[in-house]
């Protein structure tokens, strides 16, 4: 089993609506979860850090399930440029496989 | 905010040469390094992680004779790869992470090309 996985993908959605990743991760005593964005050909950029109790930075949602051990990132009122690979980061910087995200006008 | 500075950001070499890619913290201290290579339409993938002043720390498959990684210095982290091959073309990237700074900063990524 990978450390972490993430759903598939790819996310087709029109502008304005609401998308949410799973992720997924499989060492019960992982700290520290990320949520980064990579746009084609450029390197991740950090999208928000996930926090125990979830939180929430504008239109991005991000929450953490240590029991059912996923975390969870979702986007509200999606715009054109949320267009992008989405990647879950846990621990000492392991990167899920990306969740792709098309948002359509 | 932190800046880490990543070079080449392209480069095409024969096969059987050597590429050095560099990456340079410049306004902070990077105690780690992380190095990743990504292929098209992939993840990226964790080659190894370097600690200044001790020897890097090698994923599971990735060949340490052939990535050379040396972080001499707390704000300079280099890759070698060793008599590359076509297959050895790819995205790489490094990250930085400081006990100061909140996160990880990456660099630019180097995109080789091995012909």
New interface residues.
């Given amino acids: 089993r990978k450390e972490v996985e993430q759903d598939p993908g790819p996310f087709n959605v029109p502008e304005g609506a609401t998308v949410a990743f799973n992720c997924t991760y499989s060492n019960s005593a992982s700290q520290s979860f990320f949520w980064y964005r990579q746009d084609c050909r450029k390197e991740p950029k950090l999208l928000m850090s996930v926090y125990s109790s979830g939180n929430e930075d504008g239109r991005f949602t991000a929450q953490l399930n240590r029991a059912s051990q996923y975390i969870s990132l979702l986007i509200r009122d999606s715009k054109l440029s949320d267009s992008a690979t989405y990647l879950c980061v846990v621990n000492d910087m392991r990167f899920g496989a990306g969740t792709r995200l098309t948002v359509k006008p | 905010g932190a800046v880490v500075s990543q070079h080449p950001s392209r480069v095409i070499c024969k096969s059987g040469t050597s590429v050095k890619i560099e990456c340079r913290s410049l306004d902070f201290q990077a105690t780690t390094m ?1 190095w ?1 290579r990504q292929f098209p339409k ?5 080659m190894a ?1 370097s600690n200044e002043g001790s020897k890097a720390t090698y994923e599971q498959g990735v060949e340490k004779d052939k990535f050379l990684i040396n972080h001499a210095s707390l704000t300079l982290s280099t890759l070698t790869v060793t008599s590359a091959h076509p297959e050895d073309s790819s ?1 790489y ?1 490094c ?1 930085a ?1 400081t006990r100061d700074i ?3 900063t ?4 180097t ?1 080789l090309t091995v012909v």
Avoid: D, E, P, V
């Fill in positions: 992380f990743y992939q993840s990226l993938m964790l992680t995205f990237i990250s992470h909140y996160g990880y990456f660099g630019s990524g995109r």
